[in-house]
């Protein structure tokens, strides 16, 4: 399965800052795939903290999200709109708060 590009480049963009902490602006999240909104929940959420992606060559790529923002925008969702849309991509778990 080939990687989708948006993925390819967040995950290689917070692998590369090496733990560093990141800053992720993500545009017209509205064109995203759901799956990729669903792991962007799943971090989120804090069931998990890390992205990755496999190669064509079959290699894990991971990237720690920790130290890292994500910041979304949308021509077409408002923000409550947009964290509804996000909530529905994590299933029934919805949205919880990352505790310390």
Known sequence: QEVH????????YIHGRKG????????HIELLPTW???DISQVLSGET???????????????????????????????KSLFQ???????PNGMRRRRA
């Open 36 to 38: 990729i909104l669903s």
């Open 49 to 79: 903290d890390t992205l990755s992606y496999t190669t064509p060559e079959e290699e894990l790529v991971e990237a720690s999200c920790d130290g890292s923002v994500f910041i979304f925008t949308s021509k077409q969702w408002g923000t």
């Open 5 to 12: 590009p948006a993925k390819e480049l967040i995950v290689n």
């Open 85 to 91: 849309h996000i909530q529905r991509n994590n299933g």
């Open 20 to 27: 560093l902490g990141s800053v992720i602006t993500i545009h």
